[in-house]
């Protein structure tokens, strides 16, 4: 709605536009306007197990994609199923390799690079 008001947007939008009147009502450190979107960092989880053969896989396919895509947004770690069981539980996994994007289980099985390519893309666009 445009009911909503921050102190000091309606002088500035008088003066030189909404544009410029969000950038005036933030700090100067405060760079969310500008890049919000491009700063989105998501964290994702991959469920392993000992002797699991196609979870070094996922890693490594996960690893590659945060590389492609990530620019440091990307935050990713191993997660061994033996040793946080309650982390697995807490989000339903049941088998591994499983992959989970911000604390959600999108993955109970080795996804297709591609699948898992557009998991992340959508998560880093705010989509998931």
Known sequence: GGDERVDGVGDAVAAGGAQHAI????PDDDHR???WRSSMTIHVEVFSSPGCGKCGHAREVLQKLAEELGGGRIHWREVNV???ID???Q???LSTPAIAVNGKLLFTALPSAKKLRQALEAALQGET
């Open 23 to 26: 950038a005036e009502a933030l």
């Open 33 to 35: 306007y500008n890049n």
């Open 82 to 84: 033996l040793e946080e």
């Open 87 to 89: 982390r697995a539980v």
């Open 91 to 93: 989000l339903g996994v």
